[in-house]
Nanobody, 123 residues
Framework: QLQLVESGGGLVQAGGSLRLSCAVS????????IAWFRQAPGKEREGILCVDTYGGSTAYPDSVKDRFTISRDSAKNTVYLQMNSLKPEDTAIYYC????????????????RGQGTQVTVSS
């Protein structure tokens, strides 16, 4: 059974860091593109970073470039989202998702999705 489970969320002060994990089971990680999305209260879900099957990454909104990075550990079947210099506007539920073909920032393009983990950044 294919499953993606996020962890590592929590409450952090502005300027702090968090590392989220996306543990993947039921599929071979190297065969899929994995993306992180987030949804803040009252806002649409947005794609933030995607790592492809070659290990290359794409960041989508300018707001996370130079602060967030994505990486994958195939031995652990886990994808990470390292978030530095966090801001209150980063507060959201963070999701990971998997798909074939190329990376995308569109939630609808990802058939396999996790349940999300809450990140709250206090000012």
């Amino acid at each position: 059974q294919l499953q993606l489970v996020e962890s590592g969320g929590g409450l952090v002060q502005a300027g702090g860091s968090l590392r989220l994990s996306c543990a993947v089971s039921g599929l071979t990680l190297n065969h899929y593109h994995i993306a992180w999305f987030r949804q803040a209260p009252g806002k649409e879900r947005e794609g933030i970073l995607c790592v492809d099957t070659y290990g290359g990454s794409t960041a989508y909104p300018d707001s996370v470039k130079d602060r967030f990075t994505i990486s994958r550990d195939s031995a652990k079947n886990t994808v990470y989202l390292q978030m530095n210099s966090l801001k209150p506007e980063d507060t959201a539920i963070y999701y990971c998702a998997a798909k074939w073909s190329r990376c995308s920032n569109l939630w609808a393009a990802f058939p396999y999705r996790g349940q999300g983990t809450q990140v709250t950044v206090s000012s």
